[in-house]
């Protein structure tokens, strides 16, 4: 999957940032179609999150939410080694 973010123009996209995604790979029975674009939020990244008060937040994986383009969810999460 490649992104572009939509916030800023930074390289990397961080967690809460909206993004357009290209689709490279589905499994069955989604509604996604290869090579479609379509918008995302990032909900979980391997970079750790440093918050105000010391906390470090770090997941195992990517992940992002497709979201519709009035920001609504689609109940679609993907994940993937790129974002």
């Known amino acids: 999957m490649t992104f572009q973010n939509k916030r800023s123009l930074r390289r990397y996209a ?3 940032d909206v993004i357009v995604a290209v689709i490279k790979d589905t499994v069955p029975n989604m509604h996604l179609e290869i090579s ?3 918008r995302a939020i990032i909900v979980r990244t391997c970079k750790e999150l ?6 470090i937040i770090r997941y195992d994986d990517n ?9 609504n969810c689609n109940a679609l999460r993907f994940q993937t080694s790129y974002i």
């Open 63 to 71: 992940a992002a939410v497709v979201i519709d383009q009035e920001g």
């Open 36 to 38: 479609e674009v379509v």
């Open 14 to 16: 961080h967690i809460g």
């Open 50 to 55: 440093k918050r105000d008060n010391g906390m």
